[in-house]
């Protein structure tokens, strides 16, 4: 349409300009319009292309996926898809039971002094979290002894520590399998490959590339499977020693805390 338009403008100012020398120069100028609508047509085609460049991404990995064989890409998505969902379970998991040790151990040192044992226990008892629990344990023993409230802390913290981890061995499996079902897609598309070459009685690229093809799609997809679960489980694992970390920080404050309390209550 722009260029149609350009035409008939050029043809109108030769039409009614003629022999004039003002029509003349416009003339001479409606060419760098006409370069201007042409590139502006080839930015706007070149923009299209690109466009069907992004939107083909989704179809040329969906052609990939199926040209690894379903078989294995399958259960390779499948453990992409398992792994996931076990690592995000679990990062909420570790994000809700993140406490702030320090603010619990004030408020709880500080509802010990003012209301005694059971004052601090209602304090745990509003605070969601691992430590918290541990605190809540090893009050629930103060009673008894310091002795008592210590093995309190060190059997319920074993407890939680197996609440964090829970699950998270999946993750590593998924992390060890996919890759290997990658080299074992690749191994059965070598094979395919010498099949064709013992049927054929000859070495030609056309009746291996299928083969070779399958080999290096399985085995691309069975890795990035396998580094992004990774990634995910490294975080969790850090989180984890971060919270276990604080667990064992918590505890001994909180046998020191028990005993300041106990010499207290004797004085």
């Not at 629930?140 to 407890?159: H, L, M």
């Not at 598309?189 to 299928?210: C, H, K, T, Y």
Request: hydrophobic letters at 50%.
């Amino acid at each position: 349409m722009k260029r149609l338009f350009s035409i008939l403008v050029i043809a109108v100012i030769m039409v009614l300009g003629a022999g004039n020398l003002k029509a003349a120069n416009m003339v001479s100028a409606v060419p760098g319009t006409i370069a201007t609508f042409v590139q502006q047509d080839e930015d706007n085609g070149a923009a299209a292309a690109q466009d069907d460049e992004d939107l083909g991404f989704h179809q040329e990995l969906k052609k990939r996926f199926i040209e690894g064989g379903a078989g294995f890409m399958g259960i390779v998505l499948l453990c992409l898809i398992l792994g996931l969902a076990i690592a995000i379970e679990r990062i909420i998991y570790l994000n809700l039971a993140t406490t702030n040790t320090k603010k619990l151990a004030r408020n709880v040192e500080e509802a010990l002094n003012s209301g005694g044992v059971e004052a601090a226990k209602e304090v745990c008892r509003n605070t969601r979290g691992p430590v918290a629990s541990i605190y809540y344990q090893g009050l629930d023993r103060a009673n008894e002894s310091v002795e008592s409230a210590e093995k309190a802390v060190v059997a319920y913290g074993g407890v939680q520590m197996g609440q964090l981890e829970k699950n998270v061995s999946w993750i590593s499996l998924f992390i060890a399998l996919a890759p290997m079902l990658g080299f074992m897609g690749t191994v059965i598309g070598m094979i395919d490959a010498f099949d064709r070459i013992e049927a054929a009685g000859d070495m030609q690229p056309s009746l291996v590339a299928g083969g070779i093809k399958i080999a290096l799609l399985t085995t691309v997809f069975g890795l990035i499977v396998a580094i992004i679960l990774q990634v995910f489980y490294n975080y969790i694992i850090a989180k984890i020693d971060s919270i276990v970390n604080d667990m064992e920080d918590a505890s001994i404050v909180l046998i020191d805390m028990l005993v300041e309390y106990k010499n207290k209550k004797r004085v």
